[in-house]
């Protein structure tokens, strides 16, 4: 597979994202990637590139690529894929070609295998993440760079939404996180849309592979990609990008709530091993659950089995007057008296 590595950009990659786009599919892609995440941010400090070898991916690092060495970046690109162990030999066949690509690109690869078998999209990801935080720190990177897009976004958005969410729910994927301690996930194809990555992809005569899975309906995030996302965009032209919008302004009503949550923890809350003690103090319930989600994550406490009805039932506790005692999923214990609410976990159940 012939990989034109120095592929010309229209100027040097400092200074990107500020000239006209180009009409050239690939060098309009290095622009909008160039203005959303400047090289000079990234080229100088070593970055894993988790690439499963589909097309957004494969995007994503021929576009790092190309961006890294305009920018004659001091810094490395890992090139990491991560095995599931399912699908058999089109498993085997994706972490081969992206090996491949590695190699053309001159680029290092690293192949990472799941202990076991998980069928659930949400260990899967537990799974994906832990080893590319692992990589990271291995490798001494600073990023760690994702292919989600705003096709993943807008889907995303509707899953939460059916599945039934709070305000937390309706924003999204962050543009950049934390992964593990000192390293920042980043997905600088947040804003784009995938066919614009696929028409890049085109143009560079650069093949990607496709997940039979991806077809099977069965799967509720294929199921909205395939068939609900059409249908609504049949109606409503550009709904994809509006909600992304919806997305944006979202993030920024929660940056709110999330301060706001803060400061009623720093002024209601002590915490313990095992246990969260909140004296009874009044706020806005948004506020509440909310800082009672970040509870929870403090804790290490499982919210996997917490509904919306149990996040209330902890929220009409606290601001109950009498005494009560009930149990919440994950083994929380629940004791309310005039004083304070105590949430409590001795052992896992």
Known sequence: MAIRQSY???????????EKPSEDPFICLCQQVAHNWPPR?????????????????VALLRTLAALHQ??????????VHFHHRMRGPAADADAEFVRQ????????????????????????????????????????ARYVALGHTLDDNVETLLHQTMRGCGPAGWTG???????????????????LRRQGLTAALRQLQQPWREDA??????????????????????????????????????????????EQARCWIEACVTTASGAIVVRHHAAANAVVIHALRKLW?????????????????????????HADRFDLPGGVAVMVNKEETVFERSQAP
């Open 297 to 321: 994550d403090q804790q290490a406490w499982p919210r996997g089995q917490m509904s919306e009805s149990h996040w209330r039932a902890a929220l009409a506790a606290i601001k109950a007057n």
């Open 173 to 191: 994927m962050p543009v950049h996180r934390e992964l593990v301690a000192d390293v920042v996930l980043m997905r600088p194809l947040l804003s």
């Open 41 to 57: 941010r990234w080229a100088d400090v070593s970055t894993v590139v988790a690439v499963s070898g589909g097309a957004d991916s």
């Open 8 to 18: 010309q950009l229209s100027k040097r990659a400092e200074t990107m994202g500020t």
């Open 213 to 258: 899975t991806n077809q099977q309906l069965h799967w509720k995030r294929n199921w909205i990609r395939h068939q609900l996302l059409p249908l609504i965009e049949s109606q409503y032209p550009q709904a994809s990008e509006r909600m992304a919008r919806t997305i944006e302004q979202q993030a920024e009503v929660m940056e709110v709530i999330d």
């Open 70 to 79: 305009q920018a004659e970046g001091r810094g490395r690109l890992h090139v």
């Open 101 to 140: 690509l590695a190699a053309d690109l001159q680029l290092e690869f690293q192949l990472g295998y799941a202990a076991e078998q998980v069928a659930d999209e949400a260990a899967m990801r537990d799974m994906r993440y832990q080893f590319l935080g692992e990589q990271a720190h291995r490798l001494g």
